[in-house]
């Protein structure tokens, strides 16, 4: 074989099994592992909550919900990386949210948990949820009603409590540590969960600092600025200053220097 | 017949006349480009206009008072008499959130407008002598355009003037040792202050800062009208001495008041149609409330980046802090920024050593190094500007904050030296080009005029036949 075409073979073989590698290391571990559906169907809720924990949230979260603490070398089944809270008393709740949210299971353990695509169908999170639940005495998924808040209670609470990170709008924002996610696409159910789970960084909220009603008030106000009252016309997404500031320059200075240039044209004498 | 003895009588009792046909025959060069100071002054007329309706609805008082007005969700709140004048202005009143929202467009508009014009005047080198003061009092008028426009969305008394406040009071904290006694001065108590201080934003905005800028305006349209305007040499007539352009009526008038009614337009349609610093959605202030995201308006937007770059350090010495760190960001990046611009008249005396009258402009590769030095200082406040809207580039991007703060460490000062070099080295070469192209022409030229004087007759007319035989 001459030389020229063995180096290209050794460097082709080197190039894939270096992709390959490439792509195992980048892939977090998705795919959602499942019973199988025959068997699935002639399961209770409970029983395939059971199985879906077993294969899906165990590696971190421990068998039966006890957690993996940190100092038992970080590694759950199957060797990944990461130790998870116990789950035993956090309720159907905490289950609730974090699952309809996407925000488990975690693509990369290190990182805050984003909303995203939930991979889990609604039968399988509802029995996840009632598995979570069977765990431990936790709080229930709450009941809110917005329509049933009051809007102007509402605006004032979450200005006191939620707009020193969500923005007075609820568009989100920047906090040490944290991207702050804008509340445009949470329902109002993930909402009032949110608030007395307080997921990642947030706090959470007592019945004591914020009563039900309270609650109501601020998931109403959060579902009013996803349609807020922009009376002055085109809302420009309801932040102020910054985007005022790329219609200045964007739209009104562009439009204006245009006008200059064509009012300007030389006078031909 | 009528009009002229109307015009005769005011002539007799004026004296006009001849300041009349002066100023309609004040020539005006002919460039699109010297349009951008008048698109400021215009939206100079439509604030002032907006702006006097506005105050007769607006009440300075921060006395309580709980909303009962039209506007459903702020319906039992409590608030300051000057945020629900706001409010009612917004809602209540013919045509008020048009004004108000136009007035607002018009002040971010105005001072863009005012950027462009400075940058215009800076890169062609208009204000060399005898241009100077024209320059240094335009300056002025651009410092107290910022002062005004804070101060002015400031006294509504909304949960984001709030927050500007805060930091103002924090930056006016700041100096080394007359901070204090000056915060509080101005305040009247400390932060928030007490109700002398609404009363006394409400008067700088509505009429001592007006009437600064208005005086500033006329000294500066004044200076401009009687050293003439500076051209372009674009034709062979226009020399240092002369003058070629429109006279006033019947060329520039029509243009300037097309122009102003263009600007009208432009801003009341925004007015009309784009919403701006809706006070309703901010709700009213109180010192323990705050929102994330919460951003000056735009130009005043290279301040609070420069507050947010500014490593966290203090001068201390023991336990007394000389230089608290706002005082960085807040008062000695624009002391700056606007002390370099208005000493640079001289300072670019000082480097070329040129003292001449200075009536015709530069393109700006005629003059390298300002043009270089021009857009390095333009880039490095443009950056630090920019460095105070990333909180909002992190929610939208994902790019971590962090970095996105050391990024623009570093980029505040390589950028800047980088673009400097560049742009210095474009003007040089464009320069060249320039030369290059002007020895050809002249090279051509004379080669015409040897071919015409060695040929034995006189070429019939007709330019193709003389290209022809050129090679």
Known sequence: MPRAQLARIVALAVLASGLATATAVAQPPVGIVRPDPDKAARMSPLQLGAQLFAGNCSTCHGGSGFGIAPAEGRRGVGDVAGAGPPLRGVGALAADFYLRTGYMPLGKPSEQPQRSRTLLHDNEIKALTAYVASLGKGPPIPSVHPAQGDLGRGRELFTEHCAGCHQVMAQGGVVTGARVPPLQNATPTQVAEAVRIGPYLMPSFSKHQISDAELQDIVRYVQWTKSPSDRGGWGISNLGPFPEGLVTWFIAAVVLVGTCVLIGKRVRS | ?471
């Not at chain 2, 401009?224 to 372009?232: E, N, P």
């Not at chain 2, 960001?329 to 001449?356: A, K, Q, S």
Request: charged fraction near 15%; include cysteine; proline fraction near 6%.
């Open chain 2, 1 to 471: 017949m009528m009009l002229r003895r109307v015009v005769a009588m005011f002539d007799e009792r004026s004296g006009a006349s001849p300041f009349v046909v002066k100023t309609l025959r004040y020539l005006f060069p002919d460039h699109w480009s010297f349009l951008l100071g008048e698109v400021a002054l215009y939206s100079f007329l439509v604030l002032v206009g907006t702006g006097t309706y506005l105050a007769l609805f607006f009440d300075p008082s921060l006395a309580h008072v709980t909303y009962q007005g039209v506007y459903g969700p702020l319906r039992g709140a409590e608030m300051s008499q000057a945020y629900k004048s706001a409010i009612d202005i917004s809602f209540a009143y013919k045509g008020g959130l048009l004004i108000r929202q136009t007035h607002h467009w018009a002040a971010d508009v105005f001072v863009a407008a005012i950027v462009m014009h400075v940058m215009r005047v800076f890169f062609t080198g208009a204000f060399r002598k005898p241009r100077e003061l024209t320059w240094v009092v335009g300056m002025l008028i651009l410092v107290t355009t910022l002062l005004e426009g804070y101060v002015g969305y400031s006294m509504v008394d909304d949960l984001l003037s709030g927050m500007g406040l805060a930091i103002g009071y924090g930056v006016a904290l700041s100096l080394p040792v007359i901070g204090g006694n000056l915060a509080l001065g101005l305040w009247g108590s400390p932060y928030p202050g007490d109700h002398t201080f609404e009363s006394r934003m409400f008067i700088a905005h509505v009429f001592i800062f007006p009437v600064i800028i208005g005086l500033l305006l006329g000294l500066h349209l004044t200076l401009v009208a009687a050293r003439h305007h500076a051209q372009f040499r674009r034709m062979r007539r226009q020399t240092n001495q002369r003058l070629v352009g429109v006279p006033t009526f019947p060329g520039q008038a029509p243009r300037s008041l097309g122009l102003l009614f263009a600007v009208a337009a432009v801003l009341f349609l925004l007015g009309g149609l784009v919403q701006i610093n809706p006070i309703w959605q901010w709700g009213p202030y109180e010192v323990a409330l705050g929102t994330n995201g919460a951003q000056p308006d735009w130009y005043l937007g290279w301040l609070i980046g420069a507050l947010r770059l500014m490593p966290g350090f203090d001068v201390t010495i023991g336990d007394y802090t000389l230089v608290p760190n706002p005082f960085w960001g807040g008062v000695l990046f624009p002391t700056i920024v606007i002390g370099l611009m208005l000493v640079w008249p001289w300072v670019e005396r000082r480097i070329t050593g040129d003292r001449r009258v200075h009536n015709l402009l530069d393109r700006p590769r005629d003059a390298p190094v300002r043009t270089a030095f021009g857009a390095a200082f333009l880039l490095w406040v443009v950056l630090v500007f920019f460095a105070g809207s990333a909180d909002r580039l992190y929610v939208f991007l994902r790019i971590s904050y962090t970095s996105m703060t050391w990024i623009y460490r570093v980029a505040t000062f390589a950028l800047p030296l980088a673009v400097f070099f560049v742009v210095l080295t474009i003007c040089r070469e464009l320069q060249r080009s320039d030369a290059l192209e002007a020895d050809r022409e002249a090279a051509e030229e004379e080669g015409e005029r040897a071919l015409r004087a060695a040929s034995p007759q006189p070429l019939t007319p007709g330019t193709e036949r003389a290209t022809a035989e050129r090679p």
